[in-house]
């Protein structure tokens, strides 16, 4: 399956972002979608995901900030981001596995990756 995100850009504190993960080749529903980010000098971080069941799980960094729904139709997985603050300034990733649902936030688990999309979120 091929993914491909979309959706960054430079935003103000405080404001909201909804990136975008398309995927061809193969269902979203197939697999559990994930979204990670990896910030300048940091590691790449596991940021939410989305079982092929419906399950959500999300980081505690963005819980309750950040929400990841499918959309069947257009066979994408959307990532809503609200609040947001410098630090969430980050390349995202969105990845595809089939994973247990219990290693969902590994990195290493993921077999497909989007190219990234910058996320640039000014003081």
């Known amino acids: 399956v091929q993914l491909q995100a979309s959706g960054g850009g430079l935003v103000q504190a405080g404001d909201s972002l909804t990136l975008s993960c398309a995927a061809s080749?193969?269902?979203?529903?197939?697999?559990?979608m994930g979204w990670f980010r990896q910030a300048p000098g940091k590691e790449r971080e596991f940021v939410a995901a989305?079982?092929?069941?419906?399950?959500?799980k999300y980081a505690d960094t963005v819980k309750g900030r950040f929400t990841i729904s499918r959309d069947n139709a257009k066979n994408m997985v959307n990532l809503r981001m609200n609040s947001l603050s410098p630090d969430d300034t980050a390349v995202y990733y969105c990845?595809?596995?089939?994973?247990?649902?219990?290693?969902?936030?590994?990195?290493?688990?993921?077999?497909?990756w989007g190219q990234g999309t910058q996320v640039t979120v000014s003081s």
């Open positions: 080749g193969g269902s979203v529903r197939r697999y559990t």
């Open positions: 990845g595809a596995t089939t994973t247990v649902w219990g290693r969902v936030s590994e990195e290493n688990m993921y077999t497909y």
């Open positions: 989305f079982g092929w069941s419906g399950n959500t």
